[in-house]
């Protein structure tokens, strides 16, 4: 079988996903085949050009097209967030099954609507946290459920890249509109969050302190912008496991360009990743020789989950995109088989999105803010 | 138009070629669209298998079927190296475009031949050097010739994996067999040598030492087999820039998975590469501020050659498989465009097999050897 | 003239003290000499071992002597913190210069009569935060104050080791009794508040959480102990600069050995240190030529505070006691200098007590909390 | 009892040495006391500044006085290469051990005189190849004795720094004479050798290529002086054990403050240290569960020799004035003890310098040259 993807939005996540579909496709014995079939954008020039340059066969000026075609299988949203919503919902109405981009939706309330929307259609939904498909994720995850570092009572973990910190570049409106989410809040500390509720569960509670450093901008309408949205946010949190910590983010760290990272810290060793070096987890266990005690440097091979399909050999590395690729290959997989949503679904990201609007609100208010 | 592709084999180069084909369909905005056509394997089960996994159209038992097909526009060679040359020849008898794995042959003289003929029957030809394809190799070319770090009096490159380390491993008698090239010295020294070159300039004189390690292995047919192929290898090297400096290559380098990297250094600086971090390049220029000074890690970004085409955010970083997709646009640009092959072409490769065939003699001979 | 030293305690920091005023004597030119007098422990045949392996003059077995000796000018107290006030108290009554180990005081209260005491007397003291010494964080702080990363609006610090890490070792029950101090906020956590202030500047709010995660442990009595200390704090940081940030601590991270670090951002760069490799200091500016942006790793040499005295060529490397020659060189030199206190002296050990204090006071409160 | 040391010269290794006489006497338990006695230096008044300094008692223009002084029992020679011989065969023939800077001599035939000399006289004698005492060293020695990589095959060693990269910079006419020692061969490249033979053993073959890459220098005297000693060199090398490799050496490697580093490979694992990070090895085992396996990052901690003498706890850090007072706590030992010359005496540097002179040959020959 065949399953026809529509796409909504054609720029950077609107191009990263059509190459994914591509090497997916060849990487991997998927289930259905894809077919890149109807692209949307703006405006019916743009999306002709996309549809060329992405290798989508047919193309509109109209979304709405796209959720109205019965050829249409999986709707695959990335537009900017506060799109998501509405297209979404006509997505769920229409029986189809969503990939939309993170982050999900503006606030949880939000979220929660589209969660309960699709579930109670029973249409399969998929949001790209793509570093949750990480081999060094999956890695990480099974070194801490398998007891490998013993009981695990802190994370650590933090995203930062340095985007926004040129305080005289041009920016567009809409990107630091409050009501498209918390600034980097919602745009990195997301990845931060899902990591963190991947690999060692629900969040609680959470203290946060959210800054605004640069608080006007010049846009790209030729006016001055005040900025409200959060450049930088760290937080302490607390896991339902009892372990606790800190997530952090920020688009102003000058020098980073992917620092997207965390520690975990067990009662038998503790282990250390940052994506700026994809394909490398840093181990250490309790149980070594006297005098021959280290971090041990692992790097992604074909024992780890997923890689030996892009490579037969260790230590040659995956890329971004080829996490974008492992993204596919899930969602094609769960929205073959007839059982969940692939993870993480929708209700995933609301989860992600009531972690993010504690931190927002615990900040607000200087204190500690639980997750009911 | 569309270049019709037939694939000759179907094992770990087969698959990464398959893969970087529809990547760098998606990727790049390619000059002439390729279609994965014919693929050909030792049998017709077998390649019927692997074509549908990999995504051709059609199979066949016998290679000779897609040399004598004129919907064929280019042979793509990935079978061991000992087949190259009858495959090639036939193919550039017939017209066809010729793109080979490395390394090329398993001398020069046999490189020799395959390049004298499809230079006279004016086919475009071009061999796997992937590492050349790197941006973070484009990088370090564009810093040497620029003058950035001065005149360069030296350079330091090896290639190190561990793959043959256990001697217990069982082996395909023709992998090792000295007819096929040998050993280390061809497997992983072609890729040194290549980047050597490609970096610095032509070599015109070696002094090598090689060595059998592991000389008894068990093969896959139940018997033991004598090695007599080089393990490690180590060279003293000058290049007709007058730079001099060391080529090294081994199989047995344990812990070493992806360690091919080089130092360059120059009268105003210095750079360094190791694969294993195929997205990082460090710089050292001797025009900073006292107190200063250091080493700088460059991360592979959208300023870099051919990295914005995967992703225009810096630090995210290419893999392995993307490498192979980049050599793959540039094979269809060259055999697109009216001119020159693209690179590295077989000539270039025989250029390659010239240096290895002198590291051999020279160590055999335990002399400095010269390239004529 | 020669400053004579009487020492308090001679475990493994009266022994750093020891080897340190030997190093400091032939490394720096002393404005005076200083001589290894008289050397107190627990008892007599304790001192007099001890006074002979440390190279001191003289020994007792109780403290007092050493006060009352007119011969010694400077009281050096390397004995457990719950010690620290009554001797340091003594000595400035008796007129003395006080050199004290860190943590200064079990807390702010304590802190603040040692210090009014020192003040009042018109005494010398310094205190043991010995990595403030370090010419990396002279460089640190130099880079911050003199703008090249621009405003710096965050910092983010830790000290993480694991020697705590086993449960079953024996411990002694004054180590852990909270008397002493709260556990790693008072052990670690003061040297990276003190490097925090050293750097950026007074701390006005802290938000933390303090745990306990091993609970009980085995006595050297034979007892089992309940643990009521902190094994673990992170906490968020307001720096009276406008800056935040955050603070840890933890003493149960498996694989860090001397893991105290941090990470400084600014508007036009940011720097990372990281004190398991003492020597090094990673810097970002923004006005970096594009495509050739990086991180810079620069290494300790000459041309940084204090490290020539040791070696004239760059990146031969200091060591953990050669910071303690530092601060021993800062010692003599404040002692001799007609002016101020040494730095860091107690009134600033009482200023990191009191946040140090603050943070154990918002964990119990679950609030963030100020330092008035 | 006490060892009275006599030091001729007073530059940066008479300094490294007296601080290391201090530090090694407040570290070690020596069996003797050493007592920094008499220094000579090129004139009076130069001796008696830095007799002061360096906290010697007293002080002569005239080393003769010094060997002529029978209070005197060790003669520390730090002068420049080429003074070496005539100082230490007075000092022997006058009965006094000899501790000498390295390298001990332009050449073997000199080196071997000083030797025979020596031994004949019955002194001790050590020379300062300071790398061989890093605990580190000792790690990786301990290491490829018990077996844990597994029987040796490779070495590959370096020793790189710039301090010579600047073609400006006015250097001393005796620096760069070519009688004093053929440049960076002896000066960085006998560290090299020195360790390669300390952790591996005898070297029997060597094909060098030794380069002079700055051809002209202005001189302090204001003159030009053309240079014939060697920049940069590398050679192949073969050792008696049947283990081959590489050794280079470079003091115009841009960027490179103290890059003396080797790795060694086995056929059960590899280690790799690089002293820029003098308090690291990293560590592959073969041993490793599937998807488990990386290099080690060992800290050096007490369970390494001579560490824990200078701090209890790991990762603290050892720096370059640390290892010379392990190097004078050995000279002391060895002085004291009726046995054997403390390691590496004269006839171990004699060894090292014969396979330095190989090289020179060798590369003059441009073949491979056998150390008989």
Redesign the interface.
Known sequence: MTLRIGLIGSG?MGR?H??A???A???F?LPDSVELDLLADANAALAATAAR???FKRSTGDWRDLIDDPAIDIVDITTPNLMHEEMALAAIEAGKHVYCEKPLAPNAAVAKRMTEAAEKAGVKTMVGFNYLKNPVTA?AKEIIDSGE?GDV??F?GAHA?D?M???NTLVSPWRLDPRSGDGVVADLGSHAVSLARHVIGPIVSV???C?T??DERPTTQGTTMKIEVTD?V???V?FASGA???I?A?W????????LGFEV??????LVVDF???NELR????D?T??????????A?P??KDYVD?????????????LKAIEIKDLVEGVVSGENSPAPDFREAYEVQRVIDAMIESSRR???TDIA
């Not at 102003?252 to 620092?259: C, E, P």
């Not at 181990?283 to 309790?286: D, Q, R």
């Not at 006297?290 to 790097?299: A, D, F, P, Q, T």
């Open positions: 950077y990263a059509a190459i579909f591509a090497t496709s060849a990487v014995d340059s992405l290798g890695l570092i009572f802190s650590r890249e985007y910190l040129d305080a203290a946060a302190d800054r450093i640069i930088e760290d937080a302490l607390r606790r910590g800190t952090g920020s102003l760290a000058a020098g980073r360009k992917m620092a810290r067990g009662t038998k060793g503790s700026e070096r994809l181990l250490y266990t309790t070594q006297v005098g021959r005690e280290g971090y041990k440097l692992l790097l091979g024992a780890h892009f490579c037969p050999a260790p230590g040659h590395q995956l890329g971004f995109n080829d200087d204190t500690w």
